[in-house]
């Protein structure tokens, strides 16, 4: 039954991964890499003023690939948060019972209520109850830039990982232009921060 409705989501046949990611940063590596970017480049799900792809649509394609990049014994979830009384919803959760992963993972596009999404992991925040009950989380920031992702683009991760003080969470922001050169920063303890190019 999940097979059929996977593949009504997905449109096509859904082939999922033969081997587990070793932990959470894995998995969104394997996530953002298999991400339909040309599906991504003439969708119609963009705000009319600026053109900005809206965050369903990132989430419609995350949804998709995160199938593809974990095994049949992990499960997907999506809008997680009422059967552990949080006063708020997290966007996607992944468990199994096998490993006893339990892993959050919250997405938003151009920085939007930032630190409205960081407090809902903090103390008092919407998702503190179920954010102790992880065993791993993450937020993903997808951004669009003038031109190709630049050194710049550094200083405002530093900026926005300034924020994040007293949550232990894993943080991405993914840069992309328009042509989709994307250029992935993130950072986790005791990691510190990374710059991948993914395109």
Not at 115 to 124: L, M, Q, S, V
Not at 143 to 160: E, S, Y
Not at 167 to 186: G, I, P, R, T
Request: with cysteine; aromatic share 14%; glycine share 6%.
């Amino acid at each position: 039954m999940e097979k059929y409705f996977t593949e009504k989501i997905i449109g096509e046949p859904c082939v999922r991964a033969t081997n587990s990611p070793v932990d959470i940063n894995e998995m969104i590596l394997r996530v953002l890499s298999t991400i339909s970017y040309s599906h991504l480049m003439n969708t119609k799900g963009r705000t009319k003023k600026t053109g900005i792809l809206l965050e369903r649509s990132w989430q419609s394609e995350f949804i998709k690939a995160i199938y593809q990049c974990t095994t049949k014994d992990m499960y997907i979830s999506s809008d997680v948060g009422g059967i552990y009384e949080c006063r708020g919803f997290i966007d996607f959760t992944v468990h199994s019972e096998e490993t006893d992963i339990f892993w959050g993972i919250e997405l938003l596009r151009e920085a939007d209520k930032f630190d409205e999404h960081i407090g809902r992991f903090k103390d008092n925040g919407r998702y503190e109850l179920l954010s102790r009950k992880f065993t791993d989380y993450c937020m993903i920031d997808f951004r669009k830039v003038n031109g190709n992702p630049k050194a710049d683009d550094l200083q405002i991760f530093k900026d926005d990982l300034a924020k994040c003080n007293g949550v232990n969470l894993k943080l991405y922001v993914l840069f992309y232009d328009e042509d989709f050169n994307l250029q992935l920063f993130s950072y986790s303890n005791p990691s510190g921060i990374q710059i991948q190019q993914l395109y």
